[in-house]
């Protein structure tokens, strides 16, 4: 009887066998690849081309009626629905954008930008804590990556499932793109305040430059608008925008990108701007 049983056996160890050599072959040779998130997103390109569809944050877009369906696709194929949504022929590739604006960006909206995967606690309460000291939102608790998925996905309902959904773009968003790309994304879509949408319509409206001619001076009162578009635009209160400019710079000091003295000089630099009023 024993040896019936184990010979009924054997056949079923020697296919465990197989397939545990067959999982530590496909292991060994890069197959588990399949499974990172970054390898679904080429199989979003065999898909139909979506129309391009303004950011959610527009204030000239209609909206987006999206259903469940469109929210667990959105998810699997991040990539096609971040392409949706972005106008190629203003988009400005990072290396043409100042290491200056890039640094203000960060020491003034995420300071660990670099470091967390998405999602800042401790940033959270380094903001809170600026805010107090301030007396008002000096600095915004999301991180760079929130920013952007809300910018181009999300209403600004203010409930549990928008806030969860948000949480779970920004990890997708971490996921599928490069840090530079998510820094790269965010400043070419994110609202300027007086119109402009973009790195690219804010240097050139506020200023008359195209990005990469831009100098501290300008990059930190630029990076210092998103925070209250209506309320920093040098278009709309030129003093409020320069307050925030020194914001920035002092922002940047703290988090060692520039000197004080740098910072210093920076203040006290003219601005020209483009139009006496927008």
């Known amino acids: 009887m024993k040896k019936n049983s184990r010979r009924r056996l054997r056949p079923l160890r020697f296919l465990i066998f197989l397939l545990v050599v067959f999982f530590l072959t496909f292991s060994l040779s890069g197959g588990l690849?399949?499974?990172?998130?970054?390898?679904?997103?080429?199989?979003g390109d065999f898909l139909p081309k979506p129309a391009y569809v303004p950011p959610a944050g527009r204030s000239?877009?209609?909206?987006?009626?999206?259903?469940?369906?469109?929210?667990?696709?959105?998810?699997?194929?991040?990539?096609?629905?971040?392409?949706?949504?972005?106008?190629?022929?203003?988009?400005?590739?990072?290396q043409k954008m100042p290491p200056d604006l890039l640094h203000a960006v960060i020491a003034v909206e995420d300071r660990r930008f670099y470091e967390h995967h998405g999602i800042d606690p401790?940033?959270?309460?380094?903001?809170?804590?600026?805010?107090?000291?301030?007396?008002?939102?000096?600095?915004?608790?999301?991180?760079?990556t929130q920013q952007l998925v809300k910018n181009l996905f999300l209403s600004h309902e203010q409930t549990f499932g928008r806030k969860a959904e948000e949480l779970l773009l920004a990890l997708d968003m971490e996921a599928n793109y490069s840090k530079d790309e998510i820094l790269e994304l965010y400043l070419n879509t994110i609202y300027y305040g007086s119109g402009y949408y973009g790195i690219a319509?804010?240097?050139?409206?506020?200023?008359?430059?195209?990005p990469?001619?831009?100098?501290?001076?300008?990059?930190?009162?630029?990076?210092?608008?998103?925070?209250?578009?209506?309320?920093y635009s040098p278009y709309e209160d030129f003093l409020?925008?320069?307050?925030?400019?020194?914001?920035?710079?002092?922002?940047?000091?703290?988090?060692?990108?520039?000197?004080?003295?740098?910072?210093?000089?920076a203040k006290i630099k003219p601005l020209k701007l483009a139009h006496t009023k927008k």
């Open 240 to 265: 409020m925008a320069k307050k925030r400019q020194f914001i920035v710079l002092d922002a940047m000091v703290a988090a060692g990108y520039i000197s004080e003295d740098l910072a210093e000089d």
């Open 60 to 94: 000239d877009g209609d909206g987006e009626a999206v259903t469940t369906c469109d929210r667990l696709e959105r998810l699997i194929f991040l990539r096609r629905a971040v392409n949706a949504h972005i106008q190629k022929d203003s988009y400005v590739p990072i």
């Open 212 to 231: 990469q001619d831009i100098a501290l001076p300008e990059s930190a009162m630029l990076a210092g608008i998103p925070n209250a578009p209506s309320v």
């Open 122 to 144: 401790e940033g959270i309460l380094r903001a809170s804590l600026v805010n107090l000291q301030y007396g008002s939102i000096e600095e915004g608790a999301s991180t760079i």
């Open 33 to 43: 690849n399949i499974f990172l998130p970054r390898t679904w997103q080429g199989i």
């Open 201 to 210: 319509a804010a240097a050139d409206g506020y200023f008359g430059k195209a």
